[in-house]
């Protein structure tokens, strides 16, 4: 399964919540069907699968990862040696696309992802364009000298989408970020996630 390129606010109704790293766009008026063509007479009772599914579904289309890509890191955190829950966490925001985003150098993971793609983005002063780069605890992200001038990114530096998190130290007159440590918990910006489901959905495929 590739990423999805969709309509974002569908996603937003399906969910009920907003996927901060997925758009800016705000949950429209709630309305009591699902979406879709069906959603006004369609009723389904939500199955225990379907409930693990959401739940992982919300984490990889806010962070824009394919199928295959969620696999490969969910492999990594039930293989390594603290709690799957959080490492995972740990993969996830430390992704190079999702710290540029976290900085407040682009309103969306994807706006991120193709600022690093072009080449925007720098790493301990080298350039690096591999959006699933492992930023590291010391590493400074900072922009190309001649990106730093760029309107959305001069916009998004000015009004950020999210919060800084803990892990970084931001500064903005020279328009660098620091990594001071690894990600929490409490720092994915997806509200009464429910790992544990997630976790359990992929116990016996990976």
């Given amino acids: ?7 974002r606010v569908k996603i937003l109704r399906r969910f009920g ?25 369609h009723r389904p009772k939500a199955s225990e699968y ?18 295959r890509q969620f696999v490969n890191y969910m492999k990594a955190a039930i293989g390594s040696k603290i709690d799957t829950g959080l490492r995972l966490v740990q993969l996830l925001e430390g992704r190079l696309d999702n710290v540029v985003f976290r900085a407040g150098y682009a309103r969306t993971i994807p706006a991120a992802r193709q600022l690093v793609n072009h080449g925007h983005i720098l790493v301990n002063g080298r350039k690096v364009d591999i959006p699933s780069f492992q930023v590291r605890p010391e590493d400074v992200i900072s922009l190309r000298e001649r990106s730093k001038k760029i309107d959305a990114i001069v916009s998004s530096l000015a009004n950020p989408s999210l919060q800084i998190p803990s892990y970084l130290e931001v500064d903005a007159e020279k328009q660098t970020a620091k990594m001071t440590g690894l990600p929490a918990r409490e720092d994915m910006p997806i509200t009464d996630l429910k790992d544990n489901l997630i976790i359990e959905f992929y116990s016996r495929k990976v």
Avoid at 1 to 7: F, I, L, N
Avoid at 57 to 62: E, I, S, W, Y
């Fill in 50 to 67: 379907r409930e693990h599914l959401d739940e992982k579904q919300k984490v990889r289309l806010n962070y824009g990862l394919s199928e």
């Fill in 1 to 7: 399964m590739s990423r999805y390129t969709g309509p």
């Fill in 17 to 41: 919540m907003v996927l901060p790293g997925l758009t800016t766009k705000t949950i429209p008026e709630k309305k009591s069907y699902a979406p879709g063509e069906h959603g006004p007479t």
